[in-house]
């Protein structure tokens, strides 16, 4: 299995999107299976000629020529999954940033998220242009192509309390700062936020902050190799605290986490293979 990481180019996209990958296997090449865990982003998958069978912990993805076209959305996970490829693959996936999707489909996300896996076709043309941007060989030029078909779809979007609460969220200062105080500090209950999670991020805001402690501690582990010890002072009460999210979060303890985890593309991908 190969995977290659782009960031956007364009300037738009690049508010929107974190980034794409392409993922090949070739039919010679053995399973690739790893698991993948929680996070930020909602990430929008199309594969060529592929069958998935998908459960709340496990995606299996498998070579099928009778299936043209499959079109994914990811939105809604918040334990580890297991994901496996079988046999040929050709794979193009899109993470958005948080609420970034928002802008590029018609309806609410959460009108697309229902299920572990659900199949994504905001748009007439959506299958049948992810079917031709699979077909190009150049791995670049099938970039280009999928954001010139994002920037078609472009339109403004704009959640004035989301993008404050994210904003707290996302504040290092506050990142163990309670719902209550949030709820306090932006002038608007905790009815009315879930509310504006579940319609554009499909998470809750509990679940939402948690992810963001557990990739800051990732990042900061990354950033420290050197350094003896875990970084649980950093974003966590104490080590206890960490360890009890991370077992949520992974299955692991910190420990076995960051002994096992690959990251790959400059750290832009961490899974753990099996």
């Given at each position: 299995m190969t995977i290659k990481v782009y960031r956007p180019e364009n300037p738009i996209l690049k508010k929107y999107i974190e980034c794409f990958y392409i993922l090949e296997q070739t039919s010679e090449?053995?399973?690739?299976?790893?698991?993948?865990?929680?996070n930020i982003y909602t990430i929008v998958t199309a594969s060529e000629k592929t069958e998935t069978l998908a459960?709340?912990?496990?995606?299996?993805?498998?070579?099928?020529l009778s299936n043209p076209i499959e079109?994914?959305?990811?939105?809604?996970?918040?334990?580890?999954?297991?994901?496996?490829?079988?046999?040929k693959i050709n794979e193009v996936t899109t993470y958005f940033k948080p609420l970034g999707i928002n802008a590029f489909i018609p309806n609410d996300l959460r009108?697309?998220?229902e299920g572990s896996f659900p199949?994504?076709?905001?748009?007439?043309?959506?299958?049948?242009?992810?079917?031709?941007?699979?077909?190009?060989?150049?791995?670049?030029?099938?970039?280009?192509a999928v954001e010139l078909y994002w920037i078609s779809k472009f339109r403004p979007f704009e959640d004035s309390l989301l993008k404050?609460?994210?904003?707290?969220?996302?504040?290092?200062?506050?990142?163990?700062?309670?719902?209550?105080?949030?709820?306090?500090?932006?002038?608007?209950?905790?009815?009315t936020i879930n509310k504006h999670f579940e319609k554009h991020?499909?998470?809750?805001?509990?679940?939402?902050?948690?992810?963001?402690?557990?990739?800051?501690?990732?990042?900061?582990?990354?950033?420290?190799?050197?350094?003896?010890?875990?970084?649980?002072?950093?974003?966590?009460?104490?080590q206890s605290h960490m360890i009890r999210d991370f077992k949520k979060l992974t299955g692991f303890t910190p420990k076995v986490f960051f002994s096992k985890t690959t990251t790959?593309?400059?750290d832009l991908i961490k899974w753990m293979f099996i």
């Open positions: 090449e053995s399973s690739a299976t790893y698991f993948t865990f929680p459960t709340k912990d496990k995606i299996i993805t498998r070579y099928c079109t994914n959305l990811v939105s809604n996970f918040n334990e580890p999954v297991l994901v496996s490829y079988e046999g009108d697309y998220a199949d994504f076709s905001p748009y007439e043309d959506y299958k049948e242009t992810m079917a031709t941007i699979l077909s190009i060989k150049n791995p670049d030029e099938k970039i280009r404050e609460v994210l904003d707290e969220m996302f504040d290092t200062k506050n990142i163990s700062q309670s719902m209550t105080k949030l709820s306090y500090t932006t002038g608007r209950s905790r009815t991020i499909c998470k809750t805001p509990s679940q939402f902050k948690k992810i963001i402690r557990f990739r800051a501690a990732i990042q900061s582990q990354l950033d420290e190799k050197n350094r003896i010890g875990l970084p649980y002072s950093i974003d966590y009460f104490d790959l593309e400059k």
